[in-house]
């Protein structure tokens, strides 16, 4: 970390001056390939909404953790997260319901029940309003470090399943008869999503945290051609709106996340009219 504040102390930018922003800048770069790749996977398995649950579930994960007096939260909502991952998964593959429906149930499920914990014997919900904006300027060099971790077991995940997860979403049937395990496939990506959203919703916020999940790979789904395309532009407008949007954000005194959130939906749009010109 030393070595990174050093380079910008060379360089004459007013907003880096400051520890806390070279920090969000330095977890931005990190969180852009990390939420450009998860997007791409969320997008192809029809999965948009369910990242939304997950952040529900995270929510409740927290209210637990915090009722139980942890210091550190975010663990106990990694767990609950996970467990409703896994229980998600094995109620898709045994259910001949459509994976909205299921979805629903376990999104209005979690939401009930974290909002029932967290007011539980006349409790205060105020506390739990970070959890809903995110403040991606408090993150800390730790957190980071975590953050980079986490980014490389999930490039190492999509590197081995993105194909066998495309051919699963796309046609489960010939992808079973491939010999692609279909419903391990989807569970470990259950699993690396139910991870990232919960270590994400203290920085980008619950309100919007399916929306950088969503919008990367919607975008580049407009404009490529191909799946190389698809994957290297979800990142690429992953990593542009959220420099474009940490920097909005301090010198107009915003929420960062939300200014992220509108540079992507404004790169949508972007790709959206370009589509038929570009293919």
């Known amino acids: 970390m030393q070595l990174w504040y050093a380079l910008w102390d060379l360089l004459p930018i007013e907003m880096l001056h400051w520890d806390f922003m070279r920090n969000a800048l330095l977890a931005v770069l990190l969180i852009g390939p990390l939420f450009g790749l998860c997007s791409t996977m969320v997008v192809t398995g029809r999965m948009s909404f369910f990242s939304d649950a997950l952040g529900h579930s995270a929510f409740t994960g927290i209210a637990i953790g915090c009722i139980c007096g942890m210091t550190s939260p975010t663990w106990a909502a990694i767990l609950f997260a996970l467990g409703f991952a896994l229980l998600f ?7 001949n319901q459509a994976a909205d429906t299921i979805i629903g149930v376990f999104s209005s499920t979690a939401v009930a029940l974290g909002i029932f914990i967290a007011t539980l014997g006349g409790g205060s919900f105020a506390k739990y309003n970070r959890y809903l904006i995110g403040d991606i300027l408090s993150i800390t060099p730790t957190q980071i470090c975590l953050l980079a971790l986490v980014l490389a077991g999930v490039f190492a995940l999509w590197w081995s399943i993105s194909n066998r997860l495309t051919l699963a979403a ?13 419903h391990l496939t989807q569970t470990l ?28 790979g919607a975008a580049s ?10 994957h290297c532009f979800s990142v690429l407008f992953a990593l542009t709106a959220g420099i474009a949007g940490l920097t909005i954000s301090y010198y107009l005194g915003a929420s960062a ?23």
Request: proline share 4%; aromatic share 8%; glycine share 4%.
């Open 89 to 95: 998964s094995f109620v898709r593959s045994r259910s």
């Open 189 to 216: 990506f259950t699993a690396a999503i139910a991870i990232v959203v919960t270590l994400a919703i203290s920085w980008v916020g619950l309100l919007i945290l399916n929306s950088l999940l969503v919008l990367p």
């Open 257 to 279: 996340g939300a200014a992220i959130c509108l540079v992507l939906a404004l790169i949508f749009a972007i790709c959206f009219c370009l589509r038929k010109v570009v293919r």
């Open 170 to 182: 796309i046609h489960p049937q010939l992808a079973s008869s491939r010999g692609v395990p279909v």
């Open 221 to 230: 789904r407009n404009i490529s051609r191909n799946l190389k395309q698809y």
